[in-house]
């Protein structure tokens, strides 16, 4: 496992000076001794991730608690634990499948967002373990409070009764990405929203200058339409954030 340690100052929500923390960069790459490449069958498992090493003792645990996790699919294993396993594991799981088809798993840990009030990651993880057609990815939001290491709400961030208004601002965001008109029907252009009404999912990070929501592959569409994201520029959304969460 390799280690990058960079510097990262990050202000405390509550308004104190900046504190230094140690965010430091995780990395698993491991095979299947003996078996070649991915193309030829080989097992291969690949995990890039993040670790706070500064901080607040209970912040540092509860988000690097959270951060493995996603990362080892279980908060019971560790990440390098979780590695092992799958390669340990593999050699009689290659057996269900046909020859020279790969069997790889890999997360991937993106820093979205270290100014205060919310310390975000974007979450990805890629699996081909079945061989089917193709492999299944999907990314997840991990949203923390650098000071107490506690997640970060939507609920808590927006005043209330704004949700209806966010929901409508993102679908205008939405359409113009689609390139569908205002009246025009989601199922038309092939999205399976319930009732055939856009809506937010709770699957949301934050950008440096925008609010993001992703749709993954199968949530709101076939496969081949893969993931939807949608951007709200925070500049759109001010009078509906609460004044105590300064994005």
């Known amino acids: 496992m390799t280690r ?22 995780r990395h698993i790459d491991r095979k299947l001794p003996g078996c070649g490449n991915e193309k030829e069958g080989c097992a291969h498992v690949e995990f890039t991730w993040v670790e706070v090493a500064g901080g607040p003792a209970a912040a540092r645990q509860r988000i690097n608690a959270g951060i493995a996790a996603f990362v080892a699919n279980s908060p019971d294993i560790t990440p ?67 000071v107490t290491g506690e997640r970060v709400k939507l609920a808590s ?28 029907k989601l199922e038309d252009k092939g999205f399976t929203f319930p009732g055939g009404r856009f809506a937010l999912n709770d699957n949301y990070g934050f950008g440096e200058k925008a609010l993001l929501f992703l749709f993954n592959p199968y949530e709101i569409g076939p496969y081949f339409m893969g993931a939807t994201l949608v951007e709200i520029p925070y500049t759109e959304i001010r009078d509906l954030i609460r004044p105590g969460f300064p994005l």
């Open 157 to 184: 961030i927006l005043k209330d009764g704004a949700m209806a208004q966010l929901t409508a601002i993102a679908e205008v965001h939405f359409r113009g990405e689609q390139q569908l008109a205002a009246t025009a």
């Open 80 to 146: 390098e634990a979780y590695a092992q396993q799958f390669i340990d594991g593999s050699a009689s799981a290659r057996e269900e499948l046909p020859p020279g088809v790969p069997y790889v798993t890999r997360r991937w840990v993106k820093v979205l967002r270290t100014a205060p009030p919310v310390f975000s990651l974007e979450c990805n993880a890629y699996d081909y373990t079945s061989g089917g057609v193709h492999g299944l990815y999907g990314t997840e939001y991990l949203n923390f409070d650098p």
């Open 4 to 25: 990058f340690i960079w510097i990262v100052a990050i202000m405390t929500s509550l308004g104190m000076a900046a504190e230094p923390v140690r965010i430091e960069s």
